[in-house]
């Protein structure tokens, strides 16, 4: 299903309030592009005004391939409100969800490359490149990265009957018994699976994957020592780890996160090089206009050093983690490989 809204500069939080956010139509949205550009033109001042190397002259959309709800979702609504008065225009937030994120990103892929539509990339469609047959896009080919916005670990948990309370003794215990320890995650292809999968790949280990319909149903089963281990967010797994229905063992994270203070990281309990970050950043379409990269990434990455932005972020399980264009596809790169060989290894497919 395809949702609609406008993400006001906070100055005009009363305005928005007051338009309908679900619109279904193409001339709706232009409809409400250009009330927002006219609007932008009266609240922002000369310091702000849209213009910078010609762009943008008009409402940006960032498609966002999920529903609205989400962490996707919120951490785009943050980002576009606040990088709405910069730019000079409004932010046209469109949810087109599906198919693990890829409906969006099939759609971004396709649009024109002129700086007015963006699309919110995720380490799901890295591993998206194996797991699907036919994605729909290519993620390295079809897309300009932008920056890197957010980038969060998991945490490797496991029921406290369990007698391991390191990840080294996890390790020994389930190479004493190969085939015997399992664990759950919400569904096959989910990130949970995939990194899973990557650890035990890692560390020569045989785990059972039992798969669920959601996150919160294997949890609940792990809480209840239905299966032994899982790979949870943080946000979702501390208040369980704090009330001693679950044991953390350390994060997935190549540095240690103030979201899970005191916890360790995967390499530094034995298993070396292991990084597996839950990120999230902006793309263009292929061939978009390297000044318009410049200017979104100037913005954007200037909102990620602020307060407010940061306090935002981190309130919703996320870390900023903003990058040059550069950077950000070397890392695309990587994250398509390492997730790729992750995913061939775990068997996992979506046709």
Do not use: C
């Not at 059972?208 to 959601?214: A, N, R, S």
């Amino acid at each position: 299903m395809r949702y609609i809204s406008v993400v006001f500069p906070r100055e005009n939080e009363m305005l928005a309030r007051t338009i309908l956010t679900a619109l279904r139509t193409t001339a709706a949205i232009a409809f409400l592009a250009a009330i927002a550009a006219g609007t932008a033109g009266a609240q922002t001042d000369a310091a702000n005004a849209p213009g910078e190397a010609g762009y943008p002259s008009r409402a940006v959309r960032l498609i966002v391939p999920y529903a609205p709800g989400g962490n996707g979702d919120i951490v785009s609504r943050i980002i576009g409100q606040w990088l709405a008065r910069p730019l000079g225009q409004q932010i046209v937030i469109d949810n087109r969800g599906g198919a693990g994120g890829n409906i969006g990103a099939e759609l971004a892929a396709r649009a024109a490359p002129d700086g007015y539509t963006l699309v919110l990339g995720t380490n799901t469609h890295a591993i998206n490149m194996t797991l699907y047959a036919k994605p729909g896009y290519d993620l390295v080919a079809d897309f300009a990265p932008i920056t890197l916005l957010t980038s969060a670990p998991m945490m490797l948990t496991v029921h406290p009957s369990l007698p391991a309370k390191s990840v080294r003794e996890l390790i020994a215990l389930a190479r004493a018994r190969p085939g015997r320890l399992n664990y759950g995650t919400g569904g096959s292809g989910s990130s949970g699976h995939i990194i899973a999968e990557l650890f035990k790949t890692s560390v020569g280990v045989d785990i059972v994957h039992v798969p669920y319909k959601g996150v919160s149903q294997a949890a609940t089963d792990l809480m209840a020592g239905q299966v032994q281990m899982m790979f949870i967010a943080p946000s979702s797994a501390l208040g369980y780890v704090r009330a001693g229905k679950l044991t953390g063992l350390a994060i997935t994270s190549a540095t240690r996160s103030a979201l899970a203070p005191g916890f360790p990281t995967m390499a530094e309990s034995g298993v070396p090089g292991f990084d597996a970050s839950i990120w999230q950043g902006i793309l263009a379409p292929a061939r978009t206009p390297q000044r318009v990269i410049a200017i979104l990434n100037r913005r954007i990455t200037e909102l990620l050093g602020t307060k407010e932005v940061r306090d935002q972020f981190v309130a919703q399980g996320a870390e900023p983690a903003s990058s040059t264009p550069e950077q950000f596809a070397a890392y695309i790169r990587a994250e398509v490989r390492k997730w790729g060989e992750a995913v061939k290894a775990s068997g996992a497919k979506v046709d």
